[in-house]
């Protein structure tokens, strides 16, 4: 028996989980990141727990880490400098795009600046056709001249992305196999080796999204598993994925896109594991670190999945949990833009220097620092006594915001939140009706460093049902990757009729799919547990553009029952969209197979019931929707079931504060959850 441990790796902080095999129970700890040097906090974290706790680094046998070093370098982009290959003709695919307008409920709205601009493409001589055989074979001296123009532009690394390479990569590893000849020392990525889908924008946007952070990523898990080897820690890591599950650090880094949503899948299995646990029909989970704010879907305790999740201003194209990540995060930083306008983002000060209120030679305000101003926060230690609030200087750096814009401190720092919350207020807005959801019939599932704290904000704003506050917010994405099976995704590209033919061809590419996805989990990671398999096809009507992913049966598979496949997409095309036609042609488009091995759970503890009414701590002065208010504070250690109380308050506890406004009543369920409610008026 030993210790497995669960770490996420945030632009602020730093948490870890760890369970005891023992008798399940679960400690925590929270620590300040160091992407100055990466791996520096994990050695932290992890002799503080040592010292602390009696964990020691050779009792480890599980690790798992998440991160946001991914989704941090592309909201923020910072990634590398890359170059794109393209099929001669075909250099504008990133320009052109869907051509959608972004967003389109904004007339003022513009299609983001690709992470390649078009000065950056250069053209191949190749071509394959559609059905995966090669027409015209690799120009040598395309791809000479290519390289030539990206050493001119100081390009760090080459993206390649061919027309139809998702059905034959052949021409792509051709190139890949030149420049590996020529230039040893720029990274190349396929196309058809990160995520081999049909249509040319899609995949080409997912391999450049990987490429842009793959260096990035790789010198970060090379820090890493350095660390832990200096530590002593015997078990290898596993990485968080975006579609909820882990991996190897091979596939990691060679598969980067896959942890582009480390960090934020996390939080959302933690979150769905919470709201699975105390029967929390409908959640969405509230994940706000110190850059991004991240919101995903919760229906009976089971994450949503799909395809095409918002990283920033793109989309990425590979299986994953639903989130939706918002550059607006406790650490994002408040400026004032030539037209004398307030912004908020998508600058974060991170944890070097910080928000100002930290201490640590941070000047710029945030959000975080608009809330010390006001006096709702720094009552108590923040980061498990890792951060020392300073509200002098959160209030000095409001003030400099204060004076061009002709506003009190007090006034600025609310209006920082107000033009934070509109921000994440537009983007839920959109979450909200993409899957149909009447925001008055859910609750905020609050964690992360800064979601407690701004959660009743948003939730006054959207409508909602109020806001749930777990245990140990400020590290459930960290439980969450702890407690992630392990898991992955294959697919092929079919592009068939539905028909009888198509059953033989069918039976056989599912058992392809099924003997990699077991060489995975056996060979390549190790598992010999249980494991589950789950079949979908992306089908659609002929003539449709677009897909729906539907369940499939191994059973339907096994005997070739195709009408059943049919059936089950007119059900599915019946629910999403309140309509169907079974006389028409349906196409097959791509075969899925997702595999998972199971994790062992921690045990939930319910929390004693209280035998007396709940005490604050002391009474503070925060201003609060416009004025200065009387605010208890209250202890989390102290509460117990049944606990109940009114707003406005603030509860304090190792890893964040969680604020409370007025009209609004707290209650403390059996699991120790704060149960915030809105009181009618």
């Known amino acids: 028996m030993g210790f497995r441990v669960g770490v996420d790796i945030g632009g602020s902080f730093t948490d870890f989980a760890v369970l005891d095999e023992k008798d399940n129970s679960v400690r925590t700890l929270k620590v300040l990141s160091r992407p100055d040097k990466p791996g520096a906090e994990v050695t932290q974290g992890l002799s503080i727990l040592a010292r602390r706790d009696g964990v020691a680094p050779a009792d480890i046998s599980y690790f798992t880490h998440g991160t946001t070093v991914g989704i941090n370098a592309v909201i923020q982009r ?180 896959q942890m582009v949503l480390s960090g934020t899948a996390s939080g959302v299995i933690g979150a769905s594991y919470v709201a699975a646990c105390c029967g929390m029909p409908r959640v969405l989970s509230l994940d706000i670190g110190g850059t991004s704010a991240d919101v995903a879907v919760i229906l009976e305790g089971q994450p949503q999945y799909g395809t095409g999740e918002v990283v920033g201003e793109f989309q990425i194209h590979i299986p994953s949990v639903s989130v939706t990540s918002i550059g607006q995060g406790g650490g994002s930083i408040a400026w004032v833009d030539h037209h004398g306008v307030l912004k908020v983002g998508p600058d974060s000060a991170g944890s070097s220097p910080g928000p100002a209120c930290y201490g640590r030679g941070g000047r710029n305000a945030t959000i975080t620092d608009a809330y010390a101003a006001v006096g709702l926060i720094g009552h108590g230690e923040l980061g498990y006594n890792s951060i020392h609030v300073d509200r002098d200087k959160a209030t000095a750096a409001i003030a400099r915001l204060a004076e061009p814009l002709g506003m009190t401190v007090f006034e600025t720092a609310e209006n920082i939140m107000r033009v934070a919350n509109s921000e994440m207020y537009a983007d839920v807005s959109a979450l909200l009706s993409r899957f149909g959801i009447d925001p008055r019939e859910y609750q905020f599932l609050a964690f992360g460093g800064a979601g407690p704290m701004m959660a009743c904000y948003l939730a006054r704003e959207l409508n909602m049902q109020g806001v749930v506050v777990p245990p140990t917010p400020g590290v459930l994405s960290a439980l969450g990757g ?66 729906i992913e539907t369940h499939l049966e191994a ?64 009474l503070i002065k925060a201003y609060v929707d416009g004025a200065m208010r009387s605010v208890p504070v209250y202890h989390r250690v102290a509460l117990r079931a049944g606990h109940c109380f009114d707003g406005p308050a603030v509860v304090i506890q190792d890893d964040c504060t969680a604020c409370v406004l007025p009209a609004m009543a707290v209650t403390v369920d059996r699991w120790g959850n704060l149960i915030i409610s809105f009181v009618p008026s």
């Open 78 to 257: 910072t990634g590398v400098k890359l170059a794109l290959l393209a099929t001669r003709g075909f250099e504008d695919v990133l320009e052109v795009g869907r051509l959608k307008i972004t967003p389109i409920h904004n007339l003022y709205g513009r299609r983001p600046e690709p992470l390649i601009p078009r000065d950056r493409v250069y053209s191949i001589d190749e071509r394959m056709d559609r059905d995966g055989q090669v027409q015209l074979a690799v120009g040598v001296d395309s791809v000479g001249t290519a390289l030539a123009q990206a050493r001119d532009h100081g390009c760090d690394a080459i993206v390649v992305a061919f027309l139809h390479s998702y059905r034959n990569g052949a021409n792509e590893r051709a190139v890949k196999a030149l420049l590996a000849d020529w230039a040893p020392d720029l990274p190349v990525f396929c196309s058809s080796e990160i995520w081999p889908i049909i249509r040319e924008y899609e995949r080409t946007l997912t391999a450049v999204i990987s490429g842009y952070v793959q260096p990035r990523v790789d010198h970060y898990l090379t820090s890493f598993e350095s660390a832990l080897a200096q530590m002593g820690v015997p078990a290898a890591p596993r990485i968080t994925k975006s579609n909820g599950g882990v991996m190897g650090v091979a596939q990691a880094r060679a598969e980067c896109v």
């Open 482 to 547: 702890l407690i992630a099976d392990l898991k992955n995704d294959f697919i092929r590209t079919v592009y068939r009729d539905l028909d009888a033919s198509v059953a033989p061809m069918l039976g056989e590419a599912f058992a392809e799919l099924e003997q990699r996805a077991l060489h995975w989990l056996h060979s390549d990671q190790g598992f010999t547990g249980e494991h589950s398999l789950v079949l979908s096809a992306d089908l659609r009507y002929l003539g449709q553009s677009f897909e």
């Open 555 to 618: 059973d339907w598979i096994a005997r070739g029952d195709m009408r059943a496949l049919a059936e089950a997409f007119h059900c599915e095309h019946e629910r999403l969209f309140g309509h169907s036609d079974t006389s028409a042609t349906v196409q097959l488009i791509n075969l899925r197979l997702v595999i998972a091995g199971a994790t062992p759970k921690p045990v939930l503890r319910e929390l004693p019931a209280a035998d007396a009414p709940a005490r604050p701590a002391g």
